[in-house]
């Protein structure tokens, strides 16, 4: 009897099935590796992100708080020989990452590239802290 052996788990061998396997890759592909190095005076950034275009990236600087989000919506749809749908599946998903680089950055200060399935970010290190002068209250 199949049910007897304590070794079988019909929920296990329902989910090995193909129908259920996810095809647009796991959730390891969803995260940001990310290398930072110390260059020249700069912080050189650099984040694996494969199966991204460059127009799913954005880099937002608010607050002195550097954010990288990626999104990507994608749709897969298998038919048969007939053009019958057999499997339509889709995926959206959204990943992002921050980083503090100091409230004295701005946006003209940091460069990006894309190129590879690798954004590179060029942050200065040490940007003067611009400091306000003094303003005199005139006393009555």
């Known amino acids: 009897m199949l049910l007897a052996n304590r070794n079988y788990n019909l929920f ?18 969803q995260i940001m590796k990310t290398d ?3 260059k020249d005076g700069n912080y050189m950034i650099e984040m694996e992100l494969p199966g991204y275009a460059k127009e ?24 048969d020989a007939k053009g019958n749908c057999i499997r339509k599946e889709r995926y959206t998903g959204t990943c992002n990452r ?14 990006a590239a894309f190129k590879d399935g690798v954004l590179s970010l ?6 003067p802290k611009i400091e306000d002068a003094p303003k005199l209250i005139t006393i009555e």
Do not use: C, W
């Open 12 to 29: 296990d061998e329902m989910f090995k099935d193909p129908f259920f396997t996810r095809s647009f890759g796991n959730s390891s592909t």
């Open 36 to 38: 930072i190095h110390d």
């Open 56 to 79: 799913d990236i954005k880099a937002d600087l608010k607050d002195g708080y550097l954010t990288i989000t990626a999104s990507k919506n994608e749709t897969k749809e298998e038919k």
């Open 98 to 111: 921050s980083f503090y680089v100091g409230e004295q950055v701005t946006q003209d200060d940091i460069h």
């Open 122 to 127: 060029q942050v200065p290190k040490d940007m």
